[in-house]
């Protein structure tokens, strides 16, 4: 059980936080928040698709 609960915290930490910070940055885009911006720890394709999405959601909204 030990072991679960730290893969657990391990998983929650790697993946489930930049995907949650991708969430509140894509909220504050649809909302109108051009300002927002997304700070990647990461190198790797985690890291890289928060930032490019961004960019991508960024652009079009400042487009229309």
Known sequence: IALLALLMLVLRRVVL??????VTAANALA??????????????????ALVETQFVAAGDLSRS
């Open 17 to 22: 936080a930049p995907i949650q910070q991708a």
């Open 31 to 48: 909302d109108g928040d051009l300002t927002v911006r997304v700070h990647a720890e990461r190198d790797d394709e985690i890291g890289v």
